[in-house]
């Protein structure tokens, strides 16, 4: 079991900046790719950002690339997502997710098998 628990969500303006953790316990994290996913209110969840597990590979939905960043720390069990340049559109829960090793898809919501309780995330205009 991993057990995973994300902070540093809160209220931001428009064009502001915030950066989400999740820590990580319970297996070895460096064996594990971990993603980010967002659900808005009335709305089905969806990818952000997917890590490999080196950190060496990253992925992105097209709404947030180039504003938002990924980063791991293998040392601390944690990955970070680093949000720029946000948009009211941006506001929603954010969830960390991961996979044991490789995912066959790094956007596929079901490929996760352990899931945090998510981060509410709110940009005002």
């Known amino acids: 079991q991993v057990q995973l628990v994300e902070s540093g969500g809160g209220l931001a303006q428009a064009g502001g900046s915030l950066r989400l953790a999740c820590a990580a316990s319970?297996?070895?994290?460096?064996?594990?790719?971990m993603g980010w996913f967002r659900q808005a209110p009335g709305k089905e969840r969806e990818f952000v950002s997917s890590?490999?597990?080196?950190?060496?590979?990253?992925y992105y939905s097209d709404s947030v690339k180039g504003r938002f960043t990924i980063s791991r720390d293998n040392a601390k069990s944690s990955v970070y997502l680093q949000m720029d340049s946000l948009k009211p559109e941006d506001t929603a829960i954010y969830y960390c997710?991961?996979?044991?090793?490789?995912?066959?898809?790094?956007?596929?919501?079901?490929?996760?098998?352990?899931w945090g309780q998510g981060t509410q995330v709110t940009v005002s205009s």
């Open positions: 997710a991961a996979v044991q090793y490789l995912p066959t898809s790094w956007s596929k919501e079901s490929e996760y098998d352990y």
């Open positions: 319970g297996r070895r994290f460096s064996d594990y790719a």
């Open positions: 890590i490999s597990w080196n950190g060496i590979n990253e």
